[in-house]
């Protein structure tokens, strides 16, 4: 079976023991930010293309956010009000711990087309999320809020959301945004 990412992106996405902290204050892994960087669209891409719609600054985005380069998944995520850019940023204000622009830029997004998938993969996992009727990003947020402020009994459940929440977000915006090489 054909890796859904290019080689480069699949390598970076091995790397262990990524987002297991809910409010980094630095980065994770320099070299491999640094690798990111330096990394030229096409490499990143393999050979595919950018679709109309889509973004390679939701990938690259995505990328330093699993490195837990916030500011600069920021920056590529960029300013557009499409619901998937919103979402990215909710979560990178939600990890810089900017609880309030968090919750604007959910509310910004709207409903997205991942609520399903994400409430589906943590039916077994997280049995706060699944009391829910769909995904709901605001309990997620509340949750990450009480911790910030001191409740330690849901850690193992954020950290498991956190990484499920980012699988799904990243393999949509690939899927919304790369259109594979012909070979």
Known sequence: MKNLYSDFITRLLLHPRKLERLFPTEPNDY???IRVRETPDSACLAGGTIKPEGRIGW???GVFYWFDALEEALQHIGAEL??????WRA???RRM???????NQFLTAGPHPVFNELHA??????PTMTKQYTWDPYVLLT????????????LKELITLQQIEFSVLFRYSWEQSVLPSES
């Open 31 to 33: 070299e491999q930010i």
């Open 59 to 61: 990938i690259r985005g």
């Open 82 to 87: 499409d619901p998937n850019s919103c979402y």
């Open 91 to 93: 979560m990178i204000f």
């Open 97 to 103: 711990g900017d609880i309030e622009n968090a919750r």
């Open 121 to 126: 993969r943590c039916a077994d996992e997280c």
């Open 143 to 154: 949750m990450a809020e009480q911790h910030r402020f001191g409740c330690e009994d849901n």
